[in-house]
T-cell receptor, first 115, second 114 residues
Framework: KAGVTQTPRYLIKTRGQQVTLSCSPI?????VSWYQQTPGQGLQFLFE???????NKGNFPGRFSGRQFSNSRSEMNVSTLELGDSALYLC??????????????FGPGTRLTVL | AQKITQTQPGMFVQEKEAVTLDCTYD???????LFWYKQPSSGEMIFLIY??????QNATEGRYSLNFQKARKSANLVISASQLGDSAMYFC???????????FGKGTRLHILP
């Protein structure tokens, strides 16, 4: 079974531009979460989508948005990029069972550099 | 207060030795889950082990075991017989009340020396 895929793997943008990152979950997984990883702030939760609906949201400004499609693929968008948005953006998918926990499987990440 | 505290920013360990990575957590929820992830230099997060707050036994997965001390709010990761491939960043994390949002600690960078 293929793992979580993220495209593109690397991206360079300039301040003020916008960017869209894509995540394809493991087949059958309907929950997709996004995380931002920076050296200063570490790993921070951005948002989670399940069945095309945002279920949970982290503490990020409105410039960060996302969506999920009917095939569970998800995109996140960052508008009006700032230097501080340079980060590794990780996507994770899970099955969302009724079991004790929902293991999240992470993709390789998209490394965004804002110049 | 930090939800997850990892007090060891970096560690150097000789190959084949056991290593303990410290993790303390802060939550008022009765139902929570504790995770350890490994992040090699490639960037991908690799799930290692999970401990539920109601689990009475310490979790084990191969060379990984989780030393869960609930009263002390401690969830240390023990890696037995370390290998060179264990060199990576290790993150302790928590989910609370069946929320899928994972809250990560700052991580510990582990270096295994030949």
């Amino acid at each position: 079974k293929a793992g979580v895929t993220q495209t593109p793997r690397y991206l360079i943008k300039t301040r003020g531009q916008q960017v869209t990152l894509s995540c394809s979950p493991i087949s059958g997984h309907r929950s997709v979460s996004w995380y931002q990883q920076t050296p200063g702030q570490g790993l921070q939760f951005l948002f989670e989508y399940f069945s095309e609906t945002q279920r949970n949201k982290g503490n990020f400004p409105g410039r960060f948005s996302g969506r999920q499609f009917s095939n569970s693929r998800s995109e996140m968008n960052v508008s009006t990029l700032e230097l501080g948005d340079s980060a590794l953006y990780l996507c994770a998918s899970s099955l969302l069972t009724s079991g004790s926990y929902n293991e999240q499987f992470f993709g390789p990440g998209t490394r965004l550099t804002v110049l | 207060a930090q939800k997850i505290t990892q007090t060891q920013p970096g560690m150097f360990v000789q190959e084949k030795e056991a290593v303990t990575l410290d993790c303390t957590y802060d939550t008022s929820d009765q139902s929570y889950g504790l995770f350890w992830y490994k992040q090699p230099s490639s960037g991908e997060m690799i799930f290692l082990i999970y401990q539920g707050s109601y689990d009475e036994q310490n979790a084990t997965e191969g060379r990984y075991s989780l030393n869960f001390q609930k009263a002390r709010k401690s969830a240390n990761l023990v890696i037995s017989a370390s290998q060179l491939g264990d060199s990576a960043m290790y993150f302790c994390a928590i989910t609370e009340n069946r929320d899928d949002k994972i809250i990560f600690g700052k991580g510990t960078r582990l270096h295994i020396l030949p």
